[in-house]
């Protein structure tokens, strides 16, 4: 069985560096084709891509705000994390990680995690 | 960035109705691969976003037949034939031909 769950701090102020993590279950990192993405989506809107790391280690970003995001995953390929620079209140959101199988496959993101709200406040 | 945009933004429909949202691309999302990688995500009330349809057509795992994905290049339509209570919430199409992935705005799937 697949699951994921993200964990972060809950609330931070501006300027500060927001640290997320995505703990998985049920699929290894190290699996060949095997991507996990981190995605986040302000209280009712859309869905916004933030970046991703495979079984590869290969990272990815949005380019919107790839000088401000880094992506790292553990040695147990078990936990993957997402740090976000300076963060202002537009980044207040739900954060969501999700899996996909295979990209070159086209398997996109068919298991998520629940979601970790974020609010950035002073 | 790829533009997705959905319509209707808000469906209202009756139970048994059968109903579509209609996400057109501002480009063509036809890969040199020969794939399009065009999909469909369901987001329930107080829920995460689940994979309803891939690669335009195809059904994720555990998904009811009444769901059915069709399109090509620019144009794609999601078809619930015979919407459930369970079918309520935000669908968005997502694409992921051309880097970053983009969602569109969403269409909310209200009772009528």
């Known amino acids: 069985q697949v699951t994921l769950k993200e964990s972060g701090p809950g609330m931070l102020q501006p300027s500060k560096t927001l640290s997320l993590t995505c703990s998985f279950s049920?699929?290894?990192?190290?699996?060949?084709?095997?991507?996990v993405s981190w995605i986040r989506q302000p209280s009712g809107k859309s869905l916004e891509w933030l970046a991703a790391?495979?079984?590869?280690?290969?990272?990815y970003y949005n380019p919107s705000l790839k000088s401000r995001l880094t992506v790292s995953k553990d040695t147990s390929n078990t936990q993957v994390f997402l740090k976000i620079t300076s963060v202002d209140i537009a980044d207040t959101a739900t954060y969501y990680c999700a899996r996909s199988g295979n990209w070159e496959l086209g398997d996109y993101f068919d298991y998520w995690g629940q979601g970790v709200m974020v609010t950035v406040s002073s | 960035d790829v533009v997705l945009t959905q319509t209707p933004s808000i469906l209202s429909a009756t139970i048994g109705q059968s109903v579509s949202i209609s996400c057109r691309s501002s480009q063509s999302l036809l890969d040199s691969d020969g794939n399009t990688y065009l999909y469909w995500f369901l987001q329930r009330p107080g829920q995460s976003p689940q994979r309803l349809i891939y690669?335009?057509?195809n059904l994720g795992s555990g998904v009811p037949n009444r769901f059915s994905g069709s399109g090509s290049g620019t144009d794609f339509t999601l078809k619930i034939s015979g919407v459930e209570a369970e079918d309520l919430g935000v669908y968005y199409c997502?694409?992921?031909?051309?880097?970053?992935?983009?969602f569109g705005g969403g269409t909310k799937l209200e009772l009528k």
């Open positions: 790391i495979d079984w590869d280690g290969d990272k």
């Open positions: 690669l335009v057509s």
């Open positions: 997502m694409q992921a031909t051309h880097a970053p992935p983009t």
């Open positions: 049920g699929f290894s990192l190290s699996t060949s084709g095997m991507v």
